[in-house]
């Protein structure tokens, strides 16, 4: 099969286009005939030799993907060869084919396009697991959300406001970004080069503050997050892009009771990813059939330019997700060639 290994730790030059052998199905898992995979930060980090895989993973990139079950494990139910499906891995998915556990897999429903289901598995269970089991959301909280036009912001705008969130604040970088997060469902998205988030935040709720914050950031962020946090609130971790070293006053941490949290996916065990998987097969996924929920989809790249995908990612002014195609669709026509979606 076709598929892209890192050669060396380095930039995405090290991204080598290789034949590897097809993966045969463990007990417990499906192998997956692998029409597009998603494009995700871990996937850098992975490159640059700061992001190994856990034992026993794939060394090759690639943390979720869509296609046609090929053939099924021992002890697998639930699915069968030719389902649609998308998957959350911890490794494999650049390539034509890619073994996963079949309690990380979710069916596609028919109304949602094949490919654009690779969007999916790795932002929902980010969220799903961060704003709900880590941050404790509840309805009518008040909810901020960093980084609101990336992959995972996407989601987690549209998740929170479906989880019954009363207000949903959400900074971006551009007018274009901005307006997406409006459009997906933030009651205000804030400029982050132009507004101080702390100060939008307190004005709208009064002083009182967010209940949440999603925070792919760190950095000098945390101060701020703190400070925009409600009594009682909850900051969540998912990255940090701005640095992870940090130094804070802890005063207002404990007059206004506050939780600092954050959480990884990838090292997480396989119960914890089934469990992740059926909460937001329960609580998400019935959305995203019904069409409430929606993958928001920058650009396509074939599987064979992944050093250009990753090009594009570090350069951060992508909408939502990068998909990787492997030039393989059931229906016969190659969706590798379309860009700007």
């Known amino acids: ?19 590897r052998p097809i993966p045969m199905p463990a007990d417990g898992e ?4 692998v029409v597009a995979a998603g494009l995700n930060r871990g996937d850098l980090l992975q490159r640059q030799g700061l992001y190994p895989p856990p034992p026993g993973a794939s060394d090759l990139p690639g943390l979720e993907v869509s296609g046609l079950v090929a053939a099924c494990g021992g002890g697998v139910e639930g699915f069968a060869p030719g389902d649609r499906v998308c998957a959350l891995v911890a ?10 556990p079949a309690a990380q897999c979710l069916p596609v429903p028919d109304g949602l396009d094949l490919a654009t289901a690779a969007a999916l598995p790795e932002a929902l269970c980010t969220v799903w697991t961060n704003l709900v089991e880590r941050g404790a959301l509840r309805s009518g909280d008040g909810v901020l959300i960093h980084g609101g036009a990336s992959g995972i912001g996407t989601i987690a705008i549209q998740a929170a406001r479906l989880l019954g969130a009363a ?7 551009s007018p274009g970004k901005l307006a997406l997060c409006s459009e997906l469902g933030a009651d205000r998205a804030v400029d982050h ?3 101080d988030f702390v100060r939008v935040v307190k004005d709208a709720t009064g ?3 967010v209940d949440v914050i999603l925070d792919m950031v760190g950095g000098d962020y945390l101060d701020r997050n703190i400070e925009a946090l409600a009594v009682g609130g909850r900051l ?3 990255s940090f892009i701005a640095g992870s070293r940090i130094c804070a006053d802890l005063r207002p941490v404990m007059t206004k009771r506050l939780t600092i949290t954050g959480s990884t996916l990838r090292g997480r065990s396989a119960a914890d990813k089934a469990a992740i998987v059926a909460g937001v097969r329960a609580a998400l996924w019935p959305h995203v059939a019904g069409g409430g929920l929606r993958a928001v989809l920058d650009r396509g790249f074939a599987l064979s330019a992944a050093a250009d995908a990753h090009r594009y990612m570090h350069e951060g002014r992508h909408r939502g997700k990068i998909l990787l195609h492997t030039g393989w669709h059931p229906s016969g026509n190659d969706p590798g060639e379309e860009t700007g979606t």
């Open 1 to 19: 099969m076709a598929a892209v290994e890192i050669e060396q730790p380095g930039g995405p030059e090290v991204l080598r286009p290789v034949e």
């Open 30 to 33: 499906v192998l997956i005939r």
């Open 91 to 100: 490794g494999g998915g650049y390539a034509g084919y890619c073994a996963a």
């Open 167 to 173: 207000s949903v604040f959400a900074t971006a970088g």
């Open 193 to 195: 080069r132009n507004e």
């Open 207 to 209: 002083g009182r503050g």
């Open 236 to 238: 969540v971790h998912i």
